[in-house]
């Protein structure tokens, strides 16, 4: 690297971390939230037993999984003005990503559930447990042992899509990182220093989820 | 204390229990036996509703409950017949993620509301009981599966339940394991407490059943003291069976 090229590197690190701490980790975290709160009823919806609920969870998912995120984005950004409806870029996002999370994540959640043994719901019972004290004492408990990797892909993949926020005007790092490009005209440069702090911010959710695994392991299921 | 009254259940066109009639006072041991595929497990599990039966009529206590096809259950009616009835499992189903004591406050906390250390201190109570005071830190996967059951005992004595199940508590175990659950179940039996057992264990039986009941293919075929059933019984489906169970006896 040239002494220019390792300044620009120098000088870009600020602003890229900067975008990355403002925008793409709260639009990250937030996204992911809400997303497993929606993942979450979006299963026991399907579980639930109570037909019209199911169907309904079904079209969700149906309709999130087979369309394109980026697609999705644009529908909610720039179609929605279309009839009256205009979303800031962030809230936009926000609000495709929770969607994407809930949609994935329901599925996950509920093969979770649905893995744990038919013996932990009748031990409950048999206690005189209603479904829900079931569900919240005994069942959600071991799922979300079961569930915790999965999950964890899903919010490590959610770091990274949110560098497609940067199609519907939102000034994360991804965004900053074509704003500086445009101005240096270093595209190897930039591209590549923003690939290396994505990989750092995945690199630490990598480590929390290999904590969390561990805390799990002080019981085995059975 | 229970009371069936013409009893019956299917799965689907499948006939599972056929008029069943019994009777069983407080403070008495009810044991079922029979060959596996004969409905007793089906016969304990309509005691506290983990099955519904298809018809008939059932009491526990002062509950009465009706039974048809088409007609739903309350579900207080549910929930006031299992504070009623406590269950122990063949395969224990003790909660992998609680330890031993927690396992055993999990229904006083959730269902009976008792306050968290009051619990624990009822809880440990109930471990010393079936001897197993000083596991109560333990996790499920840290003990035998004898004391697993013991646990299983402690959790459904607990909540104090008029009647208790037991659905083949000792199928699971190595031989060797077996006396120590069978021990903690006379040592209820021997503190009043009425329970319905179905088991193998045919000296158990003899020595703890204040009645037996002999199923087979959906029927109570015969019922009586333990020395009617298992000694003077000219039936020859009991007679058969308890051939090939002799090994237990």
């Known amino acids: ?222 | 204390m229970l009371q069936m009254t013409h009893l019956s259940k299917s799965f689907g066109s499948v006939q599972v229990l056929r008029d069943i009639n019994l009777r069983l006072e407080k403070g008495k041991v009810l044991v079922i036996v029979g060959p596996s595929g004969s409905g007793k497990t089906t016969l304990l599990r309509c005691i506290n509703l983990l099955e519904t039966p298809t018809e008939g009529e059932m009491s526990v206590g002062d509950l009465q409950l009706h039974f048809d096809q088409g007609t739903k259950l309350r579900k207080s009616d549910i929930l006031a017949l299992r504070k009623r009835t406590g269950m122990v499992f063949q395969s224990y189903h003790l909660f992998p993620h609680r330890t031993a004591v927690e396992n055993v406050m999990e229904g006083l906390i959730t269902v009976q509301k008792t306050d968290k250390n009051q619990a624990r201190l009822q809880a440990l109570e109930m471990l010393r009981k079936v001897g197993l005071e000083e596991r109560a830190g333990a996790y499920p996967f840290q003990l035998s599966g004898g004391q697993q059951q013991r646990v299983g005992i402690a959790r459904a004595i607990a909540m104090d339940p008029d009647l208790l199940l037991f659905d083949e508590p000792t199928s699971a175990l190595d031989p060797e394991l077996v006396g120590e659950v069978l021990n903690a179940m006379k040592a209820l039996a021997a503190e009043g407490r009425t329970m319905v057992v179905v088991t193998h264990e045919m000296k158990f039986a003899e020595e703890v059943a204040d009645k037996v009941i002999f199923m087979d293919n959906g029927l109570i075929v015969e019922e009586g003291t333990p020395e009617q059933v298992f000694r003077q019984s000219t039936n020859e489906r009991t007679q058969a069976f308890l051939s090939r169970v002799k090994g237990n006896v």
């Open chain 1, 1 to 222: 690297m040239s002494d220019r090229q390792i300044q620009i590197f120098m000088e870009s690190l600020l602003p890229l971390f900067k975008a990355g701490v403002a925008f793409t980790i709260p639009l990250a975290l937030i996204s992911f939230v809400l997303g497993m709160i929606l993942a979450l009823f979006t299963a026991l919806a399907r579980i639930s037993g109570w037909k019209p609920l199911a169907l309904i969870a079904r079209f969700y998912v149906w309709i999130i999984r087979g369309t394109p995120l980026i697609v999705q984005l644009f529908i909610i950004f720039f179609g929605l003005p279309k009839v009256g409806i205009v979303i800031d870029p962030f809230p936009a996002a926000v609000i495709g990503f929770t969607l994407s999370v809930g949609a994935y994540g329901s599925e996950t959640i509920r093969a979770a559930i649905l893995s744990i043994p038919k013996g932990q719901w009748e031990a409950c019972f048999a206690l005189g447990m209603t479904r829900w004290q079931a569900l919240k004492r005994a069942v959600l408990p071991q799922a979300a042992r079961v569930a915790t990797p999965s999950l964890a892909s899903s919010f490590i993949s959610l770091v990274k899509d949110t560098s497609l926020a940067a199609t519907i005007m939102v000034t994360e790092m991804f965004q900053t990182s074509q704003q500086i490009t445009a101005t240096y005209y270093e595209p190897l440069l930039l591209y590549v220093e923003v690939a290396l702090i994505y990989l750092l911010f995945c690199s630490v959710l990598s480590y929390g989820q290999a904590r969390l695994e561990r805390r799990f392991d002080r019981y085995h299921a059975i």
